[in-house]
């Protein structure tokens, strides 16, 4: 079960307005077609690691354990903050989780699914008691802000929970995931440079290789499409239909995607959390940030039927159906 929830974003916000005097756009064109208002953006100098860090104590801390009961970390990132040693090595350190051991996990904004998944295998099957999963990235750090379509999409965050077996008095659990790929997808959203493939250079610099390239149209109608398939698919092998959930969290790239696919699973909108306006799109810790405003909203209470569901780089789908425990 997910037994705690914490979320952390750096405090510089940047506004439409602000993109408005960057790149040729409007704070009506961004609303309008992505709903969203404003993200925040770390300083220079803060990492993927440090958001981590802040969400991952918290976290621990409201489990009631402390950083030497985790035995497992897991990070969803596509920043990390460098190429190795990989940023779960780095949470590890930065909160002195002794007994752990980790990885990190790219799936794009797919990653806090996966890594939610991966984590309570790991607990399901007897060799872990506490998982740690950070769903954290600085998208700020690969975005190119003279490119209008992508800057204005993405902001920085990180969330944290701690996966951990459920007691008989527990209502959490998590019930069933549903995950696919389809690499054919990849030249849709990805970043072209700085790996194996094409090295840092001078060139690949003055080409601006080292930011997001994306094909938003392409990605826009895949997401809407496997949002609503994979919700489906998870939902009917568990006997339930779209209205028999109290919370659908989607990952926040885009407010019409979501409208767009809960519109099609005919869930009602009381029931779906879209915070993009504040955050953006930030990655892997859309999730943890929509979970955490459910929380402080009250409209995710103990006992409910959550489905988390995401589309990410990659392609990556994936689908995590649950019962909230605290
Ligand atoms: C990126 C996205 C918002 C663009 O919206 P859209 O309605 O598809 O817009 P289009 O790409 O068709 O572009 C329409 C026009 O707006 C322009 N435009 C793009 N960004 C703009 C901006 N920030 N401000 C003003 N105009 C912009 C385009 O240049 C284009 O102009 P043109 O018609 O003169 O060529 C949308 O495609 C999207 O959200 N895609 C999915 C992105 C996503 O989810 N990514 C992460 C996945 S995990």
Redesign the pocket.
């Known amino acids: 079960m997910i037994r705690s929830l914490a979320t952390y974003v750096p405090p510089r916000v940047l506004t439409n307005d602000d ?1 408005a005097r960057m ?4 704070n009506e ?2 609303l309008q ?2 709903g969203i208002r404003e993200r925040h953006i770390v300083d220079a100098g803060v990492a993927t690691s440090d958001l981590g860090k802040e969400a991952a104590v918290r976290a621990i801390e409201r489990a009631g354990l402390t950083p030497d009961d985790i035995d497992l970390i897991i990070v969803g990132t596509v920043t990390p903050d460098m190429m190795f040693p990989c940023t779960a090595c780095l949470v590890q350190n930065k909160i002195g989780a002794h007994h752990a051991w980790g990885f990190d996990l790219n799936a ?2 797919s990653a806090f699914t996966y890594a939610v998944t991966t984590a309570s295998q790991m607990i399901g099957s007897g060799a872990h008691d506490h998982a740690l999963v950070v769903g954290a990235d600085v998208m700020s750090s690969i975005i190119d802000y003279k490119d ?3 800057c ?2 993405f902001g920085d965050g990180a969330g944290a929970v701690v996966v951990s077996a459920a007691g008989e008095d527990d209502v959490g659990r998590i019930l069933d995931f549903e995950h696919e790929i389809d690499g054919a997808g990849g030249p849709a ?1 990805y970043m072209p440079a700085g790996g194996s493939l094409r090295p840092p250079s001078h060139q690949t610099i003055d080409l601006r290789l080292h930011y997001v390239k ?1 094909d ?2 392409t ?2 109608k895949f ?1 809407v499409r496997k949002t609503e398939e994979i919700s489906r698919r998870v939902l009917e092998r568990n006997g339930l239909k779209p209205s028999d959930l109290d919370l659908f969290v989607s ?1 926040q ?2 407010r ?2 979501i409208q767009s696919a809960t519109g099609k699973l005919g869930i009602d909108e009381s029931k779906v959390i879209i915070n993009i306006e504040r955050f953006g ?1 930030t ?1 892997a810790a859309t999730i943890p940030l929509a979970l955490n405003d459910a929380v402080c909203g009250g409209r995710l209470k103990k006992g409910d039927l959550v489905l988390l569901a995401s ?3 990659g392609f990556t789908v994936g689908a995590v159906l649950l019962r909230w425990g605290f």
């Open positions: 993109f790149v040729d756009t409007t064109w961004i077609r992505t794009a904004c209008r379509s992508t204005v999409l959203l994306q938003g149209q990605v826009f997401a990952h790239a885009n019409r995607i799109n990655t589309v990410g780089a």
